[in-house]
């Protein structure tokens, strides 16, 4: 059992390291903080933290560091978070304001984050198997060349431009435009993507085809691939450059983040399976990690919502990172977040 001096002092300690990147000890500790006590019995209160395993030597005879067990405490006692600064509440602001669409949004929070934390900066795209599609557009462009559109009720738009294997006159352009509303307009992401696979084999099978049909063929194609790319998870990333800076912080190499950065597909489980908290925060730390091949890094995530559904946003780093700073960043940029795409929601 760690008494209620012991955590302060582990708080000591994990603070003074991130500070520092120096080994903390009992000296240090009496000299910097005021826990009115001698350093004989600092000294006391970290034998005890080090039998819990919350603290260890790197050297002989040096000061303490905090394990990934200790962070784990350190992180799990946070009383409170640090609110942030007005000019970083500013910074906020200033980056995301001006949004157009949800990729520019989601572009917005990452840089953003990055600049606030110093750490890599991950957004979750929402997951849109559930998102309607609200609105289906064609634009003719001419030289058997149509522009489709596609969007969502969670901000998602979609543009393709689509080469037809006929020339087409307005009226072929409006036939083709009511087709493609009505089968997806109103509906959810997957169900679309089930109407067009349907009517893609009933054209296939017809012994003979309408003339616009192989045009239809050619949009419905397009059509799946992107309501395809709706329904996979996906992340949007900034700030892997910083990794190089603190590659001090690691032991080993940082080849599996930037590999698992360029994967995605570790983040995503990941970052999937984390338990927020009451607040829609959670953190993952150091070993905790390992089987993701991640057991030198931490991650910091929160929760942000949009329409129907829900996607986190978060840091990547080290395990010695500044948590509470990093937590209050990602709890205030989701908070944002999910206030901005409701604005956005209910002004459409």
Known sequence: MVTERGLQVLQAIVQDYVETREPVGSKRIVDRHAFGVSAATIRNDMALLEDEELIAAPHTSSGRVPTDKGYRVFVDHLAELRPLSPAQRSAITMFLDGSTDLDDV???????????????????????????????????????????????????????????????????????????????????VGDGAKAVTALLAAIADQSRPARLDPALQSLLGVVAEELEEFRQDKLLMAGAANLARSEADFRGSIYPLLEAIEEQVTLLRLMSEMVADQEGLAASIGRENAPFGLAEASLVVGDYDVARTRGRVGVLGPTRMDYPTNLAAVRAVAHYLSRLLEEDESGR
Not at 160 to 186: C, F, K, M, N, Y
């Open 106 to 188: 989601l572009a917005r929070t990452v840089r953003a984050l990055t600049r606030l934390t110093g750490q890599v900066a991950i957004v979750q795209y929402p997951s849109f198997a559930q998102a309607n599609v609200t609105h289906v557009e064609l634009v003719d462009l001419g030289d058997a060349r149509l522009l489709v559109i596609l969007v969502t009720d969670t901000g998602r738009v979609s543009q393709r431009i689509v080469p037809v294997p006929l020339a087409l006159d307005e009226a072929d352009a409006a036939q083709l435009r009511a087709r493609l509303s009505v089968l997806l307009t109103g509906h959810s």
